[in-house]
């Protein structure tokens, strides 16, 4: 490449405000902008230019497929179309970063080929304390959810969260509301699961002097307590269908009544709504209204379990390991033993298993150190090899007796209702499911959908 190319190369991508880089098929940064060298410590190009990208961004000696990550560099430039991939990368202080990079197939100026890399950071803040639990890990699962969760948070339309019980729901919930506009207001949460049906409407809605036996005061309900931020409906599928009409007008209208009360009162309120069990089938079923589905469901995410994100098992343990310790007054630590053991365990009730499992070999152990033993796993399930059968999520089965839906499954469903209704036509669909028009195309692909 001629000085003058470089420089009409430079002065294009410095006009981006976000960090871009241009890398050869040998993984030499060819031209770097001002953001990436900011973003890096790098002050100088020529500390930049002719170094290989895995050394700036990763601190690392080799590619980063070898170190088993998906490699924007080699899918670009073998399938020549654009691919997002989820890492994490180090400043020049060695201090991580999560990333979302989208690579985009370029043509040099001597018709070499070359990959432009534009560079995302994802949100500071996707450590949310909850109790005992955070959303820590840096799989590519965990941070393409923790990506969507953060572009639809600065929406305000219903999202429905779909994953296997304990994989952390509540904090997806509470990110959203946290990266949101109402998040200076109330986050209000609901577990239907664990509400009987002739509390609901009080619950939700609040009810006045008198409206039922035994009732002696006003109360407010949820919706209204929520004015202003961000109501959550865990375990959507339990709500009784006796409740969902009038829940369904009141996110229409932002208007309601308490429970034994005359006057209609009004609530700003975010809905967001979490679910392990199949509501498509349920609305096929006739036990969840059709037209609340779509109401909440404008934009599904769907959250990685434990076992699809093992990588992230060893911090999260540990994490969980200093709350139980600081919580006890104890000083327990995981033997190299008992980490490779709880990598290999499958997790059928994901985080909040592993915080169990953690709670209990806290009180069994003996001298300090968790052992195998201590764990209580000698007769669990370890890891399924590569291609072997993945283990299907806790769902319902529909009355209608149909077969339970896995979450790919749901998702594909979910895809294909987004295109039914939007004629077939990919940024709606994208903008729904709150991910690019590049990532929704890999769906389609993968899923065999048109």
């Given at each position: ?47 930049v230019?002719?170094r ?10 080799r ?54 890399e ?63 506009a ?19 409407e009080?619950?939700l ?60 009162l ?51 343990a ?63 399930p ?69």
């Open positions: 490449m001629t000085p003058k190319d470089h420089l009409m190369l430079q002065s294009l991508i410095n006009a981006l405000d976000h960090p871009f880089v241009l890398i050869d098929s040998g993984y030499r940064i060819v031209v770097a902008n001002w953001a990436y060298r900011e973003a890096y410590g790098e002050e100088e190009t020529e500390r230019v002719g290989h990208c895995y050394e700036v961004s990763h601190h690392a000696d590619p980063c497929h070898l170190n088993g990550e998906d490699c924007p560099l080699q899918h670009v430039l073998q399938e020549q179309e654009a691919h997002t991939v989820f890492h994490t990368h180090y400043d020049f202080h060695g201090q991580p970063e999560h990333v979302r990079i989208t690579g985009h197939p370029v043509q040099g100026p001597q018709g070499e080929p070359l990959l432009g534009s560079i995302s950071r994802l949100s500071a803040g996707l450590e949310i304390d909850c109790e005992e639990m955070q959303l820590i890990g840096d799989s590519p699962a965990l941070l393409e959810a923790v990506d969507q969760l953060r572009r639809v948070a600065h929406s305000d339309v219903g999202v429905l969260l779909i994953g296997e019980s304990g994989v952390g729901k509540d904090l997806a919930a509470r990110y959203v509301h946290g990266e949101s109402r998040r200076g207001g109330a986050f209000q949460v609901v577990d239907c699961s664990t509400i009987s049906a002739d509390l609901f009080s619950e809605f609040g009810h006045e002097p008198g409206s039922f036996t035994g009732c002696a005061g006003r109360k407010q309900g949820l919706f209204e307590l929520a004015d202003g931020g961000t109501l959550f409906l865990d375990e959507i599928g339990e709500l009784p269908l006796s409740m969902q009409a009038k829940l369904l007008r009141a996110l229409e209208t932002g208007q309601f009544r308490r429970l034994g009360g005359q006057r209609t009004e609530a700003d309120v975010r809905v967001v709504t979490a679910t392990n069990r199949n509501l498509a089938a349920m609305v096929e079923a006739g036990t969840f209204r059709e037209d609340l589905y779509y109401r909440l469901a404008c934009i599904t995410v769907v959250l990685p379990t434990l076992r699809e994100r093992r990588e992230d098992i060893q911090p999260l540990e994490f969980l390991l200093a709350r139980i310790n600081r919580d006890n007054g104890t000083h327990c630590t995981l033997s190299r033993a008992a980490l490779a053991r709880l990598s290999e365990y499958d997790f059928p009730g994901n985080i909040r298993e592993l915080r169990n499992i953690l709670r209990r070999a806290v009180a069994l152990c003996g001298q300090g150190t968790i052992q195998v033993a201590d764990l209580g796993l000698d007769h669990a370890q890891a399924r090899s590569r291609g072997a059968a993945a283990p299907q999520p806790a769902t319902s089965v529909p009355e209608n007796g149909e077969e339970p839906l896995s979450l790919r499954d749901l998702e594909v469903r979910s895809i294909q209702e987004l295109l039914s209704r939007y004629d077939g036509q990919r940024k709606p669909v994208a903008e729904a499911l709150g991910v690019s028009e590049r990532t929704l195309y890999r769906k389609l692909k993968r899923y065999g959908l048109r």
